[in-house]
T-cell receptor, first 114, second 116 residues
Framework: EPEVTQTPSHQVTQMGQEVILRCVPI?????FYWYRQILGQKVEFLVS????????KSEIFDDQFSVERPDGSNFTLKIRSTKLEDSAMYFC????????????FGPGTRLTVL | AQKVTQAQTEISVVEKEDVTLDCVYE???????LFWYKQPPSGELVFLIR??????QNEISGRYSWNFQKSTSSFNFTITASQVVDSAVYFC?????????????FGTGTRLTVIP
């Protein structure tokens, strides 16, 4: 069964460094999302992406964040200058055709900022 | 504004007991979608069910059942004859029915522990 994959599973970085989190959505899916979950808290929406551009973004998704779909398969989240409070699990998700379809989530990348 | 409230932070039950997880939502959309996701200790998010706002039929899938009541803005989830493998955090989520991408608004989750 097709699945969303994410790499790396765990990333440790120093405060102020740039990180890129990678996701490979399910092929032929059209809508892509990033969410984050600070340890022990709820899952929060960051950004959605469709047709090679951002559809929606939350107030969390400030200028330090950017997303890209550099080729036909990868979907990346970049954090330019990480802060301690960026430490969280980051989930990528995709949906097939309609935005209200089930969102298929990847296994997540745990980001630890020291 | 969209909001999902899961008032039960943690629930513990003994194996084989039934348990109901509550979810109350707020939205101004006339068309919206409700979801339940399971997050086991391994951390992934597992889709359980999606309901649209026009379908108030209750649903049963094996030991799982869902009760959607628009009148009380609730979408509760019941596990019958709970098992240890049901131990997880369960999230209720809401998305709007507008055109364009629909991000999910999650509740704070209910941690269910099933004691053998």
């Amino acid at each position: 069964e097709p699945e969303v994959t994410q790499t790396p599973s765990h990333q440790v970085t120093q405060m102020g460094q740039e990180v890129i989190l990678r996701c490979v959505p399910i092929s032929n899916h059209l809508y892509f999302y990033w969410y984050r979950q600070i340890l022990g808290q709820k899952v929060e929406f960051l950004v959605s992406f469709y047709n090679n551009e951002i559809s929606e973004k939350s107030e969390i998704f400030d200028d330090q964040f950017s997303v890209e779909r550099p080729d036909g398969s990868n979907f990346t989240l970049k954090i330019r200058s990480t802060k301690l409070e960026d430490s969280a699990m980051y989930f990528c998700a995709s949906t097939p055709g309609q935005p209200w379809d089930e969102q298929f989530f990847g296994p997540g990348t745990r980001l630890t900022v020291l | 504004a969209q909001k999902v409230t899961q008032a039960q932070t943690e629930i513990s039950v003994v194996e084989k007991e039934d348990v109901t997880l509550d979810c109350v939502y707020e939205t101004r959309d006339t068309t919206y979608y409700l979801f339940w996701y399971k997050q086991p200790p391994s951390g992934e998010l597992v889709f359980l069910i999606r309901r649209n706002s026009f379908d108030e039929q209750n649903e049963i899938s094996g030991r799982y059942s869902w009760n959607f009541q628009k009148s009380t803005s609730s979408f509760n989830f019941t596990i019958t004859a709970s098992q240890v493998v049901d131990s997880a955090v369960y999230f209720c989520a809401l998305s709007g029915g507008q055109t364009g991408a629909n991000n999910l608004f999650f509740g704070t989750g209910t941690r269910l522990t099933v004691i053998p």
